[in-house]
């Protein structure tokens, strides 16, 4: 089912890093390759946690129109990571480049988001305009907090919270990736061990509980591997608004499936190639100095509305 | 009436308060002996003074209009893309002709944050109403995207910087002679409030109000210009103000009703406590160096929204 489409995807992914690595090199070629390939790994790390925090998203809310970022997940992990640095203090070494840092704030992110959004997905008849609506005014709430914190703090501990809290694909902190590539692709085989379970989840509650899936222990599995997911994405790159909406909304027109096996697969490859050909493309080819993800925001925004008014008409 | 009178006591004493906070040490006595005293409260404490309270007032009073015009609860100018609109203006103004007067820069800012609100408008009208809260959700998404096409403009010409000071709202840069712009704000506050049964009207929708025999074009025409101007002056003079244009007329409209001549006085009473307070406690909570006011607001306002959501309905909505 879809193969040949997503054989097409994965020769377009592998073309667009292709392009990446080579276009505007020149000199030592060792020297390009390992700086550059680096920058790959990371690229396409965040690339397949957006995208399967998005689907894994998605599927809970049985919504087409969320990601973990509408709702205010990354402002959270920022926000944590402000409040480490006001708490504890840390003006020698990079906040994101500390691994214990980064762990202490994993274990946190994920805890509070288990909290915050299990009490909100379950609830017995979740109002989910009233969801989005919350998760939008917590992202506003998070970043105003943030921002006192951060006023509070010394200028050195001010520009390393500042640091976090800006989306960047051109320079990515490469000094975390191996632990990232550890928990990503932990939560990546979580996700995909449960691929299934989630083909049923998607099916919207009373029919899972009809199939006999345990609805409450799965949607909090899954709010679980998001919050993995997206601290680590975070603590990349920073926070994402409409990535993962975007990419996924195209996986669901390019593969259109219920099944998780191959919507998973897709939409990594699609977010893979989106970040890593846009990245090049704008970095190298256009020489445009503004962050992909302002771009990605304005498409995915107008995206959404689109959806939106389409979703009316039907 | 004795809970207005109340009200307008207790801003007296904020406002009062609020002459008296400051890096420069200024203590009432000062004000008989000292000439440099009435100095300062004439070049700075005065006039910011009266930026906070004309903002906040004629913000709620313009949230208000607003979300007549669309008949939704759940929005506010500097949610749906009007503010946003007004940065643009700002942004295309320095690109274009970086010598305009200020002037022409709010001329221009009117006129874009006119044009996104009005594009808002036409979205919300498509949509059906027995979901209120989609209302707000494209709103904000709509904003959004105005906003990162302001982030796109901006980044490719060295000017984020620049609009960051520009939108980021706060009161520490009032001066005399830097905000008196405000002041058709406040006219365009006190417009609204003549043409408040108007409004009422026209919140019962578009059949109910030309039954009544409104003329509902232009009502709305004006509602529009009324917010737009609003945005526009606020967002010029001190950024952009969360929050205030969307609590305090869900907060008044649950104690008083809708009744717009009687409320609106009530609102831009409230809009100017809240605005107030929320400066007063953005300088001193960590004096003698100052947050920007619109932090304090978002803080304070995303918990009382939360709240708004979240109560107990007493009727279903």
């Known amino acids: 089912m879809h193969r040949r489409r997503l054989i097409l995807l994965a020769v377009l992914f592998v073309a667009s890093a ?59 992990f920022v ?28 274990v946190l992110m994920t805890g509070a988001s288990l909290l915050l959004f299990g009490t909100l997905f379950l609830q017995e008849r979740p109002d989910l305009m009233r969801m989005i609506l919350t998760g939008l005014v917590l992202t506003v709430l998070f970043r105003s907090l943030r921002t006192l914190l951060v006023r509070m703090l010394d200028p050195n501990e001010f520009s390393v919270v500042q640091v976090s809290s800006y989306a960047r694909f051109h320079q990515i902190e490469t000094g975390l990736l191996a632990i990232a590539a550890g928990t990503i692709g932990a939560a990546l085989i979580g996700a995909w061990a449960m691929r299934h379970r989630l083909d049923v989840l998607s099916l919207g509650r009373e029919a899972a509980i009809n199939l006999g899936e345990d609805v409450r222990s799965g949607t909090l599995q899954v709010l679980f591997l998001i919050g993995v997911l997206v601290s680590v994405a975070t603590a990349l790159v920073g926070p994402t608004a409409f990535l993962g909406l975007l990419v996924v909304s195209i996986a669901h027109v390019v ?8 919507l998973l697969v897709s939409a990594a490859l699609i977010s893979g190639t989106t970040l890593v050909g846009g990245q090049a493309l704008l970095e190298r ?19 959404f509305l689109v959806l939106v008014m389409k979703g009316l008409k039907r | 009436m004795g809970k207005s009178v109340l009200g307008v006591v207790a801003l007296l004493a ?15 006595a000062a004000l008989l002996q000292d000439p440099a005293a009435l100095q300062l409260i004439a070049v700075s404490r005065a006039p910011r003074l009266f930026a906070v309270l004309i903002t906040g007032a004629s913000l709620a009073v313009a949230g208000t209009v607003l979300q007549m015009l669309v008949r939704n609860r759940f929005v506010e100018p500097m949610t749906v893309g009007s503010g ?37 408008l036409v979205i919300a009208r498509r949509l059906p109403p027995t979901q209120p809260y989609m209302v707000a ?24 910087q620049m609009i960051g000071v520009w939108v980021t709202g706060e009161f520490s840069g009032v001066l005399q002679g830097r905000y008196e712009t405000l002041w058709l704000a406040a006219i365009a506050a006190v417009l609204c409030f003549v043409a408040a049964d108007q409004f009422s009207i026209l919140g019962l929708g578009h059949a109910a109000s030309i039954n009544l025999g409104l003329n509902y074009r232009q009502v709305m025409l004006f509602g529009l210009l009324a917010v737009s101007l609003v945005s526009a002056l606020t967002v010029v003079s001190v950024g952009i103000i969360p929050f205030v244009g969307l609590i305090v007329p869900n907060i008044v409209s649950r104690m008083m009703g809708d009744n717009l001549r009687r409320t609106l006085p009530v609102i831009a009473l409230m809009g100017a406590g809240l605005v107030l307070v929320a400066d007063i406690v953005a300088r001193v909570l960590r004096y003698p160096f100052e947050m920007p006011s619109a932090t304090v607001l978002g803080v304070v306002g995303a918990v009382v929204f939360i709240w708004l959501l979240y109560r107990p309905a007493r009727h279903a909505p």
């Open chain 1, 18 to 76: 292709v392009a990446y690595m080579t276009i505007g090199a020149r000199g030592n070629w060792g020297f390009v390759l390992e700086f550059r390939g680096a920058k790959l790994v990371a690229l396409c790390l965040v690339a397949v946690a957006l995208s399967t925090s998005t689907v894994l998203f998605q599927t809970i809310t049985q919504n087409r129109i969320l990601t973990p970022s509408i709702m205010g997940f990354d402002e959270l």
């Open chain 1, 79 to 106: 926000l944590i990571v402000a409040m480490g640095v006001f708490v504890f203090g840390m003006t020698d070494e990079l906040v994101v480049t500390s691994w214990v840092q980064f762990v202490v704030s994993l």
């Open chain 1, 255 to 262: 593969t259109p499936t219920g099944r998780h096996a191959v």
């Open chain 1, 285 to 303: 080819v256009f020489g445009l100095v503004t962050p992909l993800t302002v771009v990605i925001d304005l498409a995915g925004g107008v995206l």
């Open chain 2, 14 to 28: 904020l406002s009062v308060v609020s002459l008296f906070i400051g890096v420069i040490d200024l203590r009432p």
């Open chain 2, 84 to 120: 946003e609109g007004a940065a643009l203006g700002i942004l295309l103004v320095t690109l274009c002709a970086p010598a305009a007067t200020l002037f022409a820069k709010i001329a221009m800012a009117s006129a874009t944050a006119f044009a996104s609100t009005a594009g808002f």
């Open chain 2, 137 to 160: 959700l494209v709103g904000l998404v709509y904003g959004g995207v105005i906003g990162a096409g302001v982030t796109f403009v901006a980044y490719q010409n060295d000017l984020l």
